[in-house]
């Protein structure tokens, strides 16, 4: 508590030095003050060394607000109070920051330090990158505040090689599980029915988000739907059928224009995108190239193929199955031929 018989206005801010010079004397709280200083700055790290990664001045705003004068004091008070801030001013100018700025703060019993930067390397971040761990960690456990978003800060911090690949694998294990029904929606959350030996045993997943999130971190489970798919899909292109591939391809299509949205006519290439939006599509375009490149090798007429595919799409009511869950257009089981 502050010295009783300290000005009611001042009593903090004289408590705050006196607590700095008799826990700290002679020079020595001016180094604690540095410290404080020091812990205010941005994280940035390079080679894991904090603080390792520099930023030219320009590039940096270091702001510390000082106290003020109450409306109320009377001079005395006010005259030790700007003694106290411009003594804190020109330590700090001298040895810790020459290019900080001051500003005044309302609260006499405060010193604030704020720093901002900008034009680095995102991924030089100390902190983010632990944070975007964490938070994917902790997203596979429970459902958090973005459930009707799949970003998951997935976007914020350059991903190796791996975790690329482990991106992508893990929308194509979503998309086309869920295409082919593999990945079932229960009304609220997905479920996968995963094999073991002649049963089969329910994975609960929970909503979209967090089933994209885990097929993206769970290798095992990512390659159990995977396995389905390519199950699927060997039946599909095994002995092609012009009128299978064509729903096939119209279901593609249709996930297709899902991704993109609104946006479908207004952005060229898919890096334009949204970060989930833009997997999707990536995802998507490389099966419509793959299923294409099937069927002309089948010698199907990729003309009448593309051109049933599209009607399908303008009409897919009463040939493909809708899921009502989570609004999808479902590729049923290979049927004969009508074509």
């Not at 010079?21 to 940035?44: C, N, T």
């Not at 704020?114 to 459902?143: I, K, T, W």
């Not at 009304?187 to 089969?200: I, K, L, N, P, T």
Request: charged share 25%; aromatic share 8%; glycine share 6%.
């Amino acid at each position: 508590r502050p010295p009783p018989r300290s000005p009611p206005h001042l009593c903090l801010t004289i408590y705050v030095l006196k607590v700095l010079r008799r826990y700290h004397p002679g020079e020595a709280w001016k180094a604690r003050l540095k410290d404080l200083y020091r812990r205010s700055g941005f994280w940035v790290t390079g080679s894991q060394v904090p603080g390792a990664f520099k930023l030219p001045p320009t590039q940096v705003v270091r702001k510390i607000g000082l106290p003020g004068p109450a409306p109320d004091m009377d001079p005395a008070d006010i005259q030790a109070l700007k003694d106290f801030a411009e003594e804190i001013r020109r330590y700090i100018v001298h040895d810790v920051a020459p290019h900080a700025t001051f500003t005044e703060v309302a609260e006499t019993g405060e010193i604030l330090f704020y720093q901002e930067a900008g034009g680095f390397p995102v991924n030089f971040s100390a902190r983010l990158s632990e944070m975007r761990v964490s938070y994917l960690r902790m997203y596979a456990q429970e459902e958090l505040h973005i459930d009707r978003r799949d970003e998951n800060f997935a976007d914020l911090a350059i991903l190796t090689e791996q975790e690329q690949e482990a991106v992508l694998a893990g929308r194509r294990a979503f998309l086309l599980g869920s295409a082919f029904d593999i990945l079932k929606h229960t009304g609220h959350d997905y479920v996968f029915e995963r094999r073991e030996g002649a049963m089969s045993v329910p994975t609960p997943l929970g909503s979209r988000a967090k089933a994209v999130v885990l097929l993206t971190s769970d290798a095992a489970l990512r390659q159990g739907v995977l396995d389905q798919v390519e199950t699927r899909l060997r039946e599909l292109q095994g002995a092609p059928d012009l009128e299978v591939m064509a729903r096939w391809y119209a279901v593609l299509t249709l996930m297709l224009s899902a991704a993109y949205g609104s946006k479908i006519t207004r952005v060229k290439p898919e890096e334009e995108l949204e970060f989930e939006p833009m997997l999707a599509v990536k995802v998507l375009k490389s099966e419509l190239a793959r299923t294409e490149q099937v069927a002309r090798a089948a010698a199907l007429d990729w003309g009448l193929l593309s051109a049933r595919a599209e009607a399908i799409v303008k009409a897919p009511n009463g040939i493909l199955p809708w899921r009502q869950g989570d609004e999808r257009w479902l590729m049923p089981r290979p049927e004969p031929s009508r074509s």
